[in-house]
């Protein structure tokens, strides 16, 4: 059985080191490009968790972390889907230990990143999923959407 808490200030680096670990278990991974995202994620996600608009859950079993998932409340304009609301929620950093999946975790950390959703008024939520994780998010009615990326280009020295 899992327990999970709350992430707290103290747990920047075990984020930090879930997100990186999540990205390594993608298709070509880039290390040294992950080494750098991970420096600048850890003092990026402290202060989220400190001021608020990062919250995340740790679950852990007889002492040792399985995993954890985050949600950030973004400042978004009032829009169609809610005309009323000036805020959206965003998934991110779910990970499961690889010992500890397939025992329905990841469902789990979802709930409670949805439920803090709904608890603060926020209806659409948004995220960026795996395919690994595809099913998960789909259980709970999460649906492609027509979004399109621009990635500028790294300027050539």
Known sequence: M???RPASLTD???????RRAMFLSMPN???PVL?????????????RLGDGRYVGWIAEEAGRVAGSAGLIILDWPPHA???????????LNVYVEPEFRKRGL???LLE?????ARRRG??????????????????FGFRPSNEMMYIEPEAKS
């Open 2 to 4: 899992f327990a999970t």
């Open 12 to 18: 920047a680096a075990l984020i930090t080191a879930h």
């Open 29 to 31: 991974p880039n290390e």
């Open 35 to 47: 080494e750098e995202m991970s420096r600048h994620f850890e003092p990026w996600v402290s202060e």
């Open 81 to 91: 889907l809610h005309p009323t609301a000036d805020r959206r929620a965003y998934v």
């Open 106 to 108: 990841a469902h789990q």
């Open 112 to 116: 409670r990143c949805m439920a803090e």
């Open 122 to 139: 926020i209806r659409v939520v948004t995220l960026h999923a795996a395919e690994a994780g595809r099913r998960v998010y789909e259980k």
